[in-house]
């Protein structure tokens, strides 16, 4: 039989509190929000001071269906109201017992009144586990977004709450609104997800929206990224390298707007040519390596290895997106560039106090053991607002153009191509896909290159087909004139080249083996092929509708050719 009672809790004296007698009783006496307060004094183990506290609400104490004692806190001021949770909660173990409820359903039950938000909400221990999975920030911070959003426009309080339908409606009413398919899908993965952890961890029986249907990115497809050309990549290049230093060489106003004539000091011009330098490898780099942008901003120059047999970046598993941890060869021209590179970053670093612990010298191509590095160091300075820079660098190459809006006064740049497909940064790892497909390189290593799980994805998503030279793959295809002699007369002739291609004795059956189908007659002579001189029959001469008599010949050779006999040209007969 169960109970309810109040706890008692001990805890230090409060900061102020000072101890007075009251009817042969110490009690503790302090402020709090203004208002005195008193609690009785008790030892504690390490003999200090302590107070004694009775807690508000009362706790149930209950034997479950499993045997198990359980606490459990009924949140009621009121001793008949914690008894009739206490009732529930025996009527629950009851029906465990009784096998009419599982202990599933009994610990799913447990949840069901708890609500999402909250220091003890759900969403929070979510984000916990997620956070234990070593799952970046941003994608926490994005999942809890979108729960957020799905459970205040959904009105879900509590898991009781999840309805199947009421998300549909709302990816519905989305939809209407005009949110893309892959925004929608989006929010449907973080709920489904949640709901899966929610089962997991016997919140939830079964997930209420693993059947909602997700919608069809292809058919609604608002970002279709290209390719950039080998004549496009060598112009945003040099562009990249020369706009910093030609930019604050222009002149902004006055008579002489628009010309490079500006002069700057010594230190500010190489700072701004270092700057370019930076930039223009930064492309070069997700170019040929197919380096997202989030895993080249963790590169530091510790993950590099330039002076061995094959030049590789090892990229450390929390860096990568899909946390597994991979080593990239590289070219040895852009090994070069980079090694060129560290040895600029320790030429500039060579005056700055590095701490002690933080000089590893690295041993690499060009770099200096004078000029130390420190392990650390980042490889290159990758700017949040790269995607800015990348446009305005496009449009000084000529690859995109730009305008100002009359009604806003802002510029918009147009970089999307006839089809409607546009540009980005991450179009440069496009680019690296498409290239690799280009130089004949085989899918299945175009997809180790790319580190993807598919190779759909490498060849349908990644893979340009504007760029790939077709035209020149259709050069490989037959020629098939239409003037020349018809079939029947080439058979007349004798000229058929299918007459005159070495495929049957290539293809004849040994002896010894039993053929499945004839189209030249043969013999066999102790144990030799030779050509029967009879006429040649050619199987194209039947009637395909006709099957009977070809297969009646045919069993008849196989037979003949069973009990060693010769098979005769009869056998063939047109």
Known sequence: MGTVYRKSVTRPLPSGAEIISRAGARLARWKLNGKVRTAPVTIGRNGSDRIHEIAATYTAKYRDGE???????????????????????????????????????????????????????????????????????????????QLDRLANECNFAKLADLDREA?????????????????????????????????????????????VGRADKRADCRRKRRSLTEAELVKLLDTARRRPLLEAETVRRGKHKGETIAKLRGDVRARLERLGTERALTYKV?????????????????????????????????????????????????????????????????G??????????????????????????????????LIRIFDRDLVAAGIARSWKDPVTGRTVIDKRDDRGRTLDVHSLRHSFGTLL???????????????????????????????????????????????????????????????????????????????????????????????DESPRADASSYSVKQNNPLTIAVNGLQEERANGLEPSTSSLGS
């Open 67 to 145: 045997g198990v004692v359980r606490e459990v806190a009924t949140g009621c001021r009121d001793q008949d109201a914690a008894r009739r949770v206490l009732a529930r909660l025996e009527r629950r173990s009851e029906l465990v017992k009784a096998g009419v409820m599982t202990a599933a359903e009994n610990a799913v039950a447990d949840h069901q009144n708890t609500r999402f938000t909250g220091d003890r909400g759900h969403f929070v221990a979510y984000l916990d586990h997620l956070q234990a999975k070593g799952t970046s920030k941003m994608h926490r911070d994005n999942v809890r977004r």
């Open 167 to 211: 998300v549909e409606r709302w990816l519905s009413a989305q939809a209407a609104t005009g949110m893309g398919a892959r925004t929608r899908n989006t929010y449907l993965s973080a709920g489904v997800a949640f709901c899966n952890w929610c089962t997991e961890t016997h919140r939830l029986v079964a997930n209420p929206l693993v059947r």
């Open 286 to 350: 997700m170019v040929l390596t197919g380096l997202r942008r989030g895993e080249l901003a963790s590169l530091t120059v510790s993950q590099l290895d330039l002076d061995g047999p094959t030049p590789c970046i090892t990229l450390a598993a929390a860096d990568e997106k899909n946390r597994q941890g991979s080593t990239l060869p590289i070219r040895r021209d852009l090994a070069e560039d980079l090694a060129r590179w560290i040895k600029d970053l320790s030429q500039s670093n060579a």
């Open 352 to 385: 700055d106090p590095w701490p002690f612990e933080r000089n590893i010298c690295l041993t690499m191509t060009g770099v200096p053991d004078s000029s130390p590095v420190p392990a650390d160091t980042p490889l290159f300075t990758v700017p949040t607002g």
């Open 437 to 531: 497909s280009k130089g004949g390189v085989a899918p299945r290593t175009a997809q180790a290159a790319m580190r993807h799980g598919s190779i759909g994805l490498t060849m349908n998503v990644y893979t340009d087909p504007k760029l790939l030279d077709v035209h020149a793959a259709l050069d490989a295809l037959p020629a098939l004139p239409l003037s020349g002699p018809s079939p029947q007369k080439q058979l007349a002739t004798g000229t058929d080249d299918r007459l005159e291609r070495p495929v049957a004795p290539a293809v004849a059956p040994k002896a010894g083996e039993r053929s499945k189908s004839w189209s030249t007659a043969v013999k066999m002579t102790d144990n030799r092929q030779e050509r």
